[in-house]
């Protein structure tokens, strides 16, 4: 008699599913209102359901491959960078730095080329000055 109790009661305990399409029914409308609560008439309202027993119940759902359609929409990925600003600030000064050395030859070039042609105007009008007085 006993033995017979252990497996019926072995028998249900193996058998029990969470009832989530009992459940799914009874919360339906609570669970479109969004996942903590909501705002009705200017005053904030908890869902009939706790979060906990809301992600048993999305998590039995998933399990059985039904769809879960009550998850609020997902924003976009944020493209903000990580790390610090100021390793990203150093590696764009080397950049810079490697892109100028390349030009160095032709900038020293010009700044001698200045330097030489504010000399001779220089000299031109020491000159020019000499011969008026």
Aim: proline share 3%; aromatic share 10%.
């Amino acid at each position: 008699m006993a033995g017979k109790a252990v497996n019926s009661v072995a028998k249900a305990v193996g058998e029990y599913q969470y009832p989530w399409r009992e459940k799914l029914v009874k919360y339906k409308d609570e669970l479109s209102k969004g996942v903590w609560g909501y705002w009705e008439l200017g005053a904030w309202k908890n869902l009939g359901i706790s979060a906990r027993r809301r992600a048993r119940l999305r998590k039995e759902v998933l399990l059985a491959g039904e769809d879960w359609p009550y998850d609020p929409a997902r924003k976009e990925m944020r493209s903000k960078r990580k790390g610090h600003k100021v390793d990203r600030i150093a590696a764009e000064k080397r950049e810079r730095t490697a892109e100028l050395m390349k030009n160095m030859p032709q900038m020293l070039a010009d700044f001698r080329k200045r330097r030489w042609e504010r000399k001779m105007k220089a000299e031109e009008d020491a000159a020019k000055k000499a011969v008026q007085e």
